[in-house]
């Protein structure tokens, strides 16, 4: 796996400005390199330091730590120069660094498809106490856990003396090794699961599952996978892992038609949890017709969605080229997949239902989540 040859980006301030792109190709490479390289020293003694660090903190009782050593890590496999004690780059210090928007946008996007438990396992890993509030880690105080702290610093210290990314990257497969997870879910159904449904019953259920939690929108997007592959005339589907960059197809699900031998992408699936607008709905769509995708079914579908008409998009869509439907609530995508699906009443629902728990599975969500579906298999 090469690395992208993209420069460091320095502002006249002298922070340092880590290239999110490569540190993805770093963590990816060092995932690789932790199965298929020999344990030598050095990732050996990174080994023994993170497990000892994941005894002192086990979960619920400042994970968070081993979230901090593991951003360290991976910034200063990119940049030696980087102060590992920095959490936003407005520290003020020259070697200063954001190492919270590191962990947001590469860690908590990546870790789970990865198989990593980066200890604080949601989607800001680092804005958790104590570190809230905080610019760095050395102006931390009184912390409950001062074994684990002052092991957290320890193991910083050491770090902080590296000067170059060799060494890091060592250390970085030390702590990919000691943190990797066997992330393996279930998905049980029995042979009624989900029958009992109806169109009201259905929805309701969608909606608890999601307000637990949204798993960086992996639920939405496995509920609508599920909702889609109900119906034959959209089976054809393929679902891309969240921020998976390397698909061959625009959005979050693409549906295929066939006649023959003939295969194409027919139309493009974005499901969205989160409010969106006018701009993210025709980004959506420019990036549909590069792939020569002229439909683009849009959920908009979070509980804080205020923009319900979405009229003028479908006019400028249309304009460009494309056609672009538009839902706000689970009730009416549902009645849609339910409406034009050809199965019968006796097994559609729990048709439904299953092809839901597998979407939850194959986009890696937990298995607390998928056991909330499991939940919902009878009355």
Sequence with gaps: MSLSKRPILRPTDMTIRIDHRIAKEVLYLEVENSSNAPLDVFSEEWLGKINHLSELCPPRKSATFIAAIGTALLAKAIEPAVDVYCLLDRDGGENSYS???LADNVW????????????????????????????????????????????????????????????????????????KRDFITTFFAGETAGDYFVLPTLESAIRALIMVDSEDGRCAQAVAAGLLASNSSTSD????????????????????????????????VEVKDKPVGTAEVLSSVEKALKFGVGTVIYLA???RQTQADFRVEAIRSRDMGCKLIVYTTWADFIKTCIGFSDESSAVLYSNVYRMIGRYLQELGVSQAGISIWEGFAGE
Excluded at 160 to 176: C, H, K, N, P
């Design 108 to 179: 908590a996007k990546h870790r789970a498809l990865l198989g990593i438990d980066l200890g604080a396992n949601g989607p800001n890993p680092l804005n958790n106490t104590p570190f809230i509030g905080k610019a760095r880690i050395d102006e931390i105080e009184n912390v409950r856990n001062a074994a684990g702290f002052n092991y957290l610093n320890d193991c910083l210290r050491e770090l902080e003396s590296y000067t170059t990314t060799a060494q890091a990257r060592l250390a970085l497969r030390g702590f990919i090794i000691a943190r």
């Design 237 to 268: 589907l393929e679902v891309g892992h969240i921020n998976d960059p390397d698909r061959n197809f625009p959005l979050d699900i693409g549906i295929y038609y066939a006649e023959g031998d003939d295969r194409r992408l027919s139309v493009a």
């Design 99 to 101: 190492a919270r928007s």
């Design 301 to 303: 579908i979070s509980p």
